[in-house]
């Protein structure tokens, strides 16, 4: 699919965004999301400023344009990235129903600058009992009971 001129705008911003987040101590990465046109909101990356392993651009430009827009549901937003989304931005543009990522560079080239998103790929594709990551169940009851609760609640939004 090729790009248009409005396309090409937002991605060029994305970059620039995360060029200057590295210039303020942040990481290479910058993400812009827009709404019929108009910028929402604009992050870049911010792991080690703000000692937050979840601060990713895309992220944080979600969080920024959930609160301007005041709703969980972005799915009439466009997100533009300097660089293909790892795996927790990519599940958190689902989350927020985002429908279309435009990006520049990928994950292969990040992996290369030392990124692990690759990785995390892998990971993901693995058997829940393959991974490096271990993980344990217990209290199911317990646990299911509460999802149960959440069911039977006639007020709930559901998300």
Same mark, same amino acid.
């Given at each position: 699919?090729?790009?248009?001129?409005?396309?090409?705008?937002?991605?060029?911003?994305?970059?620039?965004?995360?060029?200057?987040?590295?210039?303020?101590?942040?990481?290479?990465?910058?993400?812009?999301?827009?709404?019929? !046109?108009? =910028?929402?909101?604009?992050?870049?990356? *911010?792991? @080690?400023?703000?000692? &937050?392993?979840?601060?990713? #651009? $895309?992220?944080?430009?979600?969080?920024?344009?959930?609160?301007?827009?005041?709703?969980?549901?972005?799915?009439?937003?466009?997100?533009?990235?300097?660089?293909?989304?790892?795996?927790?931005?990519? !599940?958190? =543009?689902?989350?927020?129903?985002?429908? *279309?990522? @435009?990006?520049?560079? &990928?994950?292969?080239?990040? #992996? $290369?600058?030392?990124?692990?998103?690759?990785?995390?790929?892998?990971?993901?594709?693995?058997?829940?009992?393959?991974?490096?990551?271990?993980?344990?169940?217990?209290?199911?009851?317990?646990?299911?009971?509460?999802?149960?609760?959440?069911?039977?609640?006639?007020?709930?939004?559901?998300?």
């Amino acid at each position: 699919m090729k790009l248009n001129s409005e396309d090409l705008m937002f991605l060029e911003l994305a970059i620039k965004t995360a060029g200057e987040n590295m210039e303020s101590g942040g990481g290479p990465f910058g993400a812009v999301i827009v709404r019929e !046109g108009s =910028i929402i909101a604009h992050a870049g990356n *911010r792991v @080690v400023p703000g000692h &937050d392993p979840t601060a990713h #651009a $895309e992220v944080m430009a979600i969080r920024m344009a959930a609160e301007a827009l005041g709703t969980h549901d972005l799915g009439d937003c466009t997100i533009y990235a300097s660089c293909e989304p790892c795996p927790m931005c990519l !599940g958190a =543009i689902y989350w927020a129903g985002i429908r *279309r990522i @435009v990006y520049a560079s &990928d994950r292969y080239r990040a #992996a $290369e600058a030392g990124f692990s998103d690759n990785h995390i790929y892998e990971e993901l594709a693995l058997d829940r009992t393959r991974r490096t990551i271990a993980m344990v169940r217990g209290l199911k009851e317990e646990g299911d009971s509460i999802l149960k609760r959440w069911e039977e609640m006639p007020d709930k939004k559901q998300y």
